[in-house]
């Protein structure tokens, strides 16, 4: 089992910043994937961005140039530092990974709510 434990959500003014943060309780070289998902109300999940073992990301059309995803192994722990923020990014974020098997694990959720 993976427990991953999100924080860093809240309410912030359209063009702000959050940064948000996922610590996972195993080392991150157990994982061949990690992303950040959303899911606004009434809404599927939708990916934000994602990293590979080897370094590479891939990120959204809707967040590129805004949003970006990064690791730090030492901490088992990966960020997604959003700027620029818009309404439309109101959502609930979510972390996730994927071991080598393959198995998926989520995060419980953080909150992440823009004003107009």
């Known amino acids: 089992q993976v427990q991953l434990v999100e924080s860093g959500g809240g309410l912030v003014q359209a063009g702000g910043s959050l940064r948000l943060s996922c610590a996972a309780s195993?080392?991150?070289?157990?994982?061949?994937?990690m992303g950040w998902y959303r899911q606004a109300p009434g809404m599927q999940r939708e990916l934000v961005a994602d990293i590979t073992s080897g370094g590479s990301t891939n990120y959204a059309d809707s967040v590129k140039g805004r949003f970006t995803m990064s690791r730090d192994n030492a901490k088992n722990t990966v960020y997604l530092q959003m700027n620029s923020l818009k309404p439309e990014d109101t959502a609930v974020y979510y972390c996730?990974?994927?071991?080598?098997?393959?198995?998926?694990?989520w995060g419980q959720g953080t909150q992440v709510t823009v004003s107009s």
């Open positions: 195993r080392s991150m070289y157990s994982f061949n994937i």
């Open positions: 996730s990974v994927t071991d080598w098997v393959p198995r998926r694990y």
